[in-house]
């Protein structure tokens, strides 16, 4: 299966940015879908962005035209970069990666979270 391990998460103005990275290891060349996930205090895990293995991207409308996703061709690393960011930003964010091995039922893995405050 696949590990993940997300960084760069942080404290920041409205209207900064930041840009989180998770890394993949394990059985990467397995991976067909790879997301980011949050989740506020209170609210339920949202699917913020995805990526698919042909590289088609997909964002829920509050972060359309803010937030873009993308990774590397051998999936070892993806990226969120979170730009105009807003205080309903506020969250703990989540990276996630689906796949299958041949002969072995599909797979879901997520990492630990890393936390990300948008505030004055």
């Known amino acids: 299966q696949v590990q993940l391990v997300e960084s760069g998460g942080g404290l920041v103005q409205p209207g900064g940015s930041l840009r989180l990275s998770c890394a993949a290891s394990?059985?990467?060349?397995?991976?067909?879908?790879m997301g980011w996930y949050r989740q506020a205090p209170g609210k339920q895990r949202e699917l913020v962005a995805a990526?698919?293995?042909?590289?088609?991207?997909n964002y829920v409308d509050s972060v359309k035209d803010r937030f873009t996703i993308s990774r590397n061709n051998a999936k070892t690393m993806m990226y969120l970069q979170m730009n105009s960011l807003k205080p309903e930003d506020t969250a703990v964010y989540y990276c996630?990666?689906?796949?299958?091995?041949?002969?072995?039922?599909?797979?879901?893995?997520w990492g630990q979270g890393t936390q990300g405050t948008v505030s004055s």
């Open positions: 996630n990666a689906r796949g299958k091995l041949v002969g072995t039922t599909s797979w879901d893995a």
């Open positions: 394990g059985s990467t060349f397995s991976i067909n879908f």
């Open positions: 990526i698919t293995s042909g590289g088609s991207t």
